[in-house]
């Protein structure tokens, strides 16, 4: 496919690097990812306010726009695609966390009616329930995962450890532990796929 001569030098050079990715070349996504890393998580953090959640979605990004990056015309810039896929995913997680609110109405006097949204954080006793049935199935699951990724989610999400937190316990760079983090989230759903119904 022919470069398009109006992108910039930028994108030009992000496209040939899509086009190796495309061939199974590792280097060209850590070099796609390292270009964009930042400015999306950045971007990321001033939607969510939450560093956390930001560097979450931020990988998922990444996830998603390599898993179709087959998809990506050079119509326009990578950048352009990438930001897009980011906050549709971004706007998607916001959606989620607040259909998880739940509305109080204080007044039913139509012309004075103030609603209040808290959060509920008490789960029912079904909904207690059906999470510790998930929490029971996700372990088994984690359990079949190769020792390094098994580890890593254990930390991440039983232990709750940030980042950093991970690199310096396993004493690994920051980049492998999101890296494998990555990878390792990918495998636990292909898993969850094929099992059972949850």
Not at 62 to 80: E, L, N, V
Request: one cysteine or more; hydrophobic letters at 35%; charged letters at 30%.
């Amino acid at each position: 496919m022919e470069i398009n001569p109006n992108l910039s030098e930028k994108a030009q050079q992000d496209y040939r690097l899509v086009l190796k990715a495309r061939k199974g070349d590792q280097q060209a996504y850590a070099d796609l990812m390292g270009r964009y890393r930042d400015s999306v998580y950045f971007m990321l953090l001033k939607m969510v306010n939450n560093p956390s959640d930001a560097e979450d979605l931020m990988i998922e990004a990444f996830g998603k726009a390599f898993k179709s990056i087959d998809q990506y015309t050079p119509s326009f810039a990578f950048s352009t695609w990438l930001f897009k896929i980011a906050t549709n995913n971004c706007i998607d997680f916001i959606r989620r966390k607040r259909a998880s609110l739940i509305s109080i109405d204080q007044s039913n006097d139509d012309q004075d009616t103030q609603s209040i949204t808290i959060q509920s954080d008490t789960p029912d006793p079904e909904e207690y329930m059906i999470n510790e049935q998930k929490i029971i199935l996700l372990r088994d699951v984690v359990s079949k995962l190769k020792p390094r990724y098994r580890t890593l989610v254990e930390l991440r999400y039983f232990k709750e450890y940030s980042y950093e937190e991970i690199s310096e316990e396993l004493d690994v760079p920051l980049g492998t532990v999101k890296a494998q983090l990555f990878r390792a989230r990918e495998l636990l759903f292909n898993i969850l796929k094929h099992s059972a119904k949850i």
